[in-house]
């Protein structure tokens, strides 16, 4: 087992900065394997919704329509018929999307800009609490090195 050092333990603290950044950077561009609640690539929640008896339906993600399917026997209908039905398909699924958002909304969020401050202080503290058992060690063992002589 290695013995705690103060070298040991700044070279933990700069690894887990090291990580947190990148981290925060995947934060930033969607990426998953921060382990943030980001989802992959492609495997974003979906909202799907239907009208028409299901002729018409409608696909979203990440707030915005991303697939509209129509059967063939909704194309004999009228164009404003067409249109509602669509309308209909569309907000349906951004609501079934909105719905699944919000549940999952409720987990906690990491806020990697404020971990990263929180890590920097924490390690402040623990380099000045070291250097302070470091001086309290040298100055015991001056002690004890003195009442031998």
Do not use: W, Y
Request: hydrophobic share 35%.
């Amino acid at each position: 087992m290695t013995e705690p050092s103060p070298e040991n333990a700044e070279d933990r603290l700069v690894k887990a900065r090291e990580r947190l950044k990148s981290m925060r950077t995947a934060a930033h561009s969607g990426s998953s394997e921060n382990g943030l609640g980001h989802p992959p690539e492609g495997s974003f929640q979906r909202g799907v919704g239907t009208a028409d008896e299901e002729r018409v339906k409608a696909t979203a993600t990440k707030g915005r329509l991303t697939s509209l399917e129509l059967d063939p026997r909704a194309m004999r209908q009228s164009p404003e018929e067409l249109a509602a039905h669509i309308a209909a398909a569309a907000n349906a699924a951004l609501d079934d999307l909105r719905a699944q958002t919000e549940s999952t909304d409720t987990e906690p969020t990491v806020d990697p800009a404020a971990l990263v401050q929180t890590l920097r202080n924490v390690q402040e503290q623990g380099m000045r609490q070291m250097a302070l058992i470091n001086q309290s060690i040298g100055e015991a063992l001056a002690k004890a090195r003195a009442s031998i002589r």
